[in-house]
């Protein structure tokens, strides 16, 4: 079993950044492809980045790509989503997902571990 917390969430202005933290525990941390989603109201949740067990393969939504960082600290069971240039259409509830078979999908339903979420708010 794993338990993801994300954090960093808030308002910032457009232009602006932000970076999520998502702390994981449970079962190892390391072993897992973990990826960060986004839904925005009324909207589906949608794919945003995804970084490989071994931390050296990512992958990004075209609409952040340049924009948006993920990194893994399998130190400190933490992955990060540093967001830059932001715009009033990043704003969304981003989750942070975990998938132990280590498919490094875009695909939300090959992950099996979320987190509660936490809202990110651009202002224009």
């Known amino acids: 079993q794993v338990q993801l917390v994300e954090s960093g969430g808030g308002l910032v202005q457009a232009g602006g950044s932000l970076r999520l933290s998502c702390t994981a525990s449970?079962?190892?941390?390391?072993?897992?492809?973990m990826a960060w989603f986004r839904q925005a109201p009324g909207k589906e949740r949608e794919f945003v980045a995804v970084?490989?067990?071994?931390?050296?393969?990512?992958y990004y939504a075209h609409s952040v790509k340049g924009r948006f960082t993920i990194s893994r600290d399998s130190a400190k069971n933490t992955v990060y989503l540093q967001m830059n240039s932001l715009k009033p259409e990043d704003t969304a509830v981003y989750y942070c997902a975990a998938d132990p078979q280590l498919r490094n999908s875009i695909y939300s339903l090959n992950y099996n571990y979320w987190g509660q979420g936490t809202q990110v708010t651009v202002s224009s």
């Open positions: 970084v490989s067990w071994s931390g050296d393969r990512t």
């Open positions: 449970g079962r190892t941390f390391s072993s897992a492809a």
